[in-house]
């Protein structure tokens, strides 16, 4: 299948918009769906830092210094470039959660180690969730920071 990235603040309705049940703002993506979470990554210290890393991870080929990396629509290979990101910086130091989203026959870690046998950077947190509990917990921290 295809894998779409994109930063959004309201993970829930972008996935909306996306599989056409909200009108506007997905025109991208209108014919591949429907569309369903496999990762999220999260907890960056600020939006400019979390823009970039959309943006990076969506152009590995001039966003990973010494790579020759094309773009492609492989979760495999998107994870591989997202693996090498997070060994740069200003991501390698940053507080980011990784959330696996649940699906038959994934467990912690599983994705992450089949693709990147070394597992992940050992700053970033990692788990699986559904998509509601992420929701839910993006929610609260919302509410507790202020943000809208």
Known sequence: GRVYIGYSTDPRRRLRQHNREIAAGAKRTGKGGPWRLAIIVHG???EVLALRFEHAWQHP????????LRN???????????????QQRPWAVAPIHITFIEAPGVTESALANSIVPEGLPAHINESVGTADEVFFSYAKLLAGSGAR
């Open 72 to 86: 492609t629509f492989q979760i495999g290979l998107k994870l591989k470039v997202l693996y090498a990101l997070l």
């Open 61 to 68: 080929s001039t966003s990973i210094r010494g790579k020759s």
């Open 44 to 46: 960056f210290p600020s």
